[in-house]
């Protein structure tokens, strides 16, 4: 018997393994399509085959550590990039490993490729000023200016992610007792997340002017459809250009639709709210990708330090009660 080969094996990756097993959203699906195409293109140059015609045995490690360089090399892909493209790799060949035992050793050797070490930067995030500033930059005078605002006021207020706001139906908001928004999230996990009454206000003035059915967009384009993803961009960045003019500090920063998740983020670190909740509030899968805001926010560190008094005694030394210890600690 025949043993899979590559294509066969891709094409059920994607229709057995993340669209019918694990219910993938459109965006990993599209992630780990653009990986594959991008591998599969470089393999077809490098190797002159086809890509229909390209064996499992070409994909081995010192071939996908060529490709993963030539990303950074020849395409200008950050290493971040880098190991989202590794990610979507070690999927595919966690389930060739299961579903093909004969390819294990060498699904074994591609598993084991470590991800790239890359500088992480602070996250970008708006102060209150800021925040205040940028949902009165729109004119309401305008439909696209009280769409833009409410829109604004929301992703501030929520966290929520680009594609997760863009998709919301005026069906996924409840503003009677308990106000809320409902949100398919990362890893089809659906989310619900409470609303103040100031948002809970604009809301319904928006809602009201709307007049849409259930299932039409929250926020819609001038077309009537779903905001795309650039529309939401350009909205942002036209926005916090205008409000530079009343708060200078905009100059300096670039503000995206995930600056404003930041900023919902950094406003309940900064009321006190624990770190795991914040986590469940922005749908992360742990704490650990939370743990960033903890390092942004100067004044958090500094009413840290504020409780640090000198107590004018020094510290005594660490005596290891043991000698392997002692070994240790000379090291």
């Known amino acids: 018997m025949n043993a899979p080969t590559l294509p066969h094996l891709l094409q059920h990756f994607f229709t057995d393994r ?3 097993q694990l219910g993938a959203s459109p965006h990993t699906v599209a992630s780990y399509r653009d990986t594959f195409r991008l591998l599969l293109q470089y393999a077809a140059e490098r190797l002159g085959r086809a890509p229909s015609q390209l064996r499992m045995e070409d994909l081995d490690v010192p071939f996908l550590t060529q490709f993963l360089e030539h990303l950074e090399r020849d395409r200008g892909n950050t290493p971040r990039t880098r190991n989202t493209r590794l990610s979507a790799v070690h999927a595919f060949f966690q389930y060739v490993a299961l579903n ?19 500088e992480r930067r602070p996250v970008e995030f708006l102060t209150e000023q800021e925040m205040i500033a940028l949902v009165a930059a729109p004119d309401l005078g305008t439909w696209i200016g009280r769409r833009d605002r409410a829109l ?3 992703a501030i207020q929520t966290g929520l992610r680009n594609t997760e706001i863009r998709s919301l139906r005026n069906q996924d908001v409840e503003l009677r007792t308990g106000a809320h928004v409902r949100c398919l ?12 009454p100031d948002v809970v206000a604009i809301l319904k003035q928006w809602v009201t002017q709307q007049r849409g059915a259930p299932a039409d967009p929250l926020f819609p384009s001038l077309s009537g459809g779903k905001l795309s993803a650039d529309a939401f961009q350009r909205l942002v960045t036209r926005h916090a250009a205008h409000a530079a003019l009343t708060c200078p500090s905009f100059k300096t920063k670039t503000v995206t639709p995930h600056t404003l998740r930041h900023a919902a983020a950094m406003a309940l670190l900064r009321r006190g ?5 914040i986590a469940l509030w922005l749908g992360h899968e742990s704490t650990e990708s939370t743990q960033v805001y903890l390092h942004a926010d100067m ?3 500094q009413r840290a330090l504020a409780h640090a008094t000198d107590s004018g005694q020094s510290p005594e030394r660490f005596q ?3 000698p392997l ?7």
């Open 18 to 20: 993340l669209l019918a």
């Open 100 to 118: 093909e035992p004969t390819l294990a050793l060498n699904c074994q050797r591609v598993l084991a490729m470590p991800t790239k070490r890359y």
């Open 152 to 154: 604004l006021l929301l």
């Open 185 to 196: 999230g990362k890893g089809r996990k659906q989310r619900c997340t409470p609303l103040r």
């Open 273 to 277: 709210v624990d770190l795991s909740v």
């Open 299 to 301: 004044e958090l560190k």
């Open 320 to 322: 290891p009660p043991d």
């Open 325 to 331: 210890l002692d070994f240790l600690e000379s090291l």
